[in-house]
C-alpha cells in the first residue's frame, strides 16, 4: 500500500473538491483545476478531508495510488496559494525585459529571443536580472521555467546562464595553460 496514498488531503475554507465519472475539480480563490483519474482510484471527500482509495489491488494501482494523492495536494495548494519559480539571469550584458504577455531575453544570441506566457502562467521582471514565472498548476510553471532555463543553461566555468534562484552551479577550475613544458 502506498504512504503517500494513504495520506489525508486537507482541504482549507474556501475550496472545493468534487469527483465525478474519472474527472477530479478543485476550485479555489485562484481559480479551478482538474485532472482526469483512470484506474482504480476513486475520491471521498469527508468534511475538510480528501481521501484517495483503491478500489481494486490491480497491477499499478499501488504507484497511482501516491500519484493521484500528490496531485490532488498540488491542486489545493495551486487554488490557494500558488506556485512561483524565480530565474535568475547572469552574464555581461544580459538583461530580461517583459513585453506586453511576453518576456524577451538579450541572452548573448545575435537577436534577442521572446517567451510568450501560457496560458495560467504569468511572468514577471522585478529586476532586468531575474524573472518570476507563476501560476495555479505545479507541472505548467515548472516545465515553462525549465523551457526558460533551457535557452542558456549555466556553464560551469563563468557561471553564466540561466539558473533558478536557488541553484547551485558547480564551478571548474579552468585550464592551467602549460606552465613546466618546453
Not at 500519484?67 to 490557494?80: C, D, E, I, K, S
Request: aromatic share 6%; net charge positive; hydrophobic share 35%.
Amino acid at each position: 500500500m502506498s504512504r503517500i496514498g494513504k495520506l489525508p488531503v486537507a482541504i482549507p475554507a474556501g475550496v472545493s473538491v468534487t469527483f465525478e465519472n474519472g474527472l477530479l475539480t478543485v476550485k479555489g480563490a485562484k481559480g479551478v483545476l482538474t485532472q482526469q483519474i483512470v484506474g482504480d482510484i476513486e475520491v471521498k471527500v469527508d468534511g475538510a478531508e480528501a481521501h484517495v482509495l483503491k478500489t481494486a489491488e490491480t497491477e499499478g494501482t499501488d504507484a497511482k495510488h501516491g500519484l493521484y494523492r500528490a496531485l490532488l495536494h498540488n491542486m489545493v495548494v495551486g487554488v490557494t496559494e500558488g506556485y512561483t519559480k524565480t530565474l535568475v539571469v547572469n552574464g555581461v550584458g544580459w538583461k530580461v525585459a517583459k513585453s506586453g504577455n511576453k518576456i524577451v531575453l538579450n541572452v548573448g544570441f545575435s537577436h534577442p529571443v521572446e517567451f510568450v506566457e501560457p496560458a495560467g502562467v504569468t511572468f514577471a521582471c522585478p529586476t532586468p536580472n531575474e524573472i518570476t514565472v507563476s501560476g495555479i498548476d505545479k507541472t505548467v510553471v515548472g516545465q515553462t521555467a525549465a523551457n526558460i532555463r533551457k535557452v542558456r543553461i549555466p556553464e560551469p566555468y563563468h557561471g553564466y546562464g540561466i539558473a533558478y534562484k536557488d541553484e547551485v552551479i558547480e564551478r571548474k577550475e579552468g585550464k592551467t595553460g602549460g606552465k613546466g613544458k618546453k
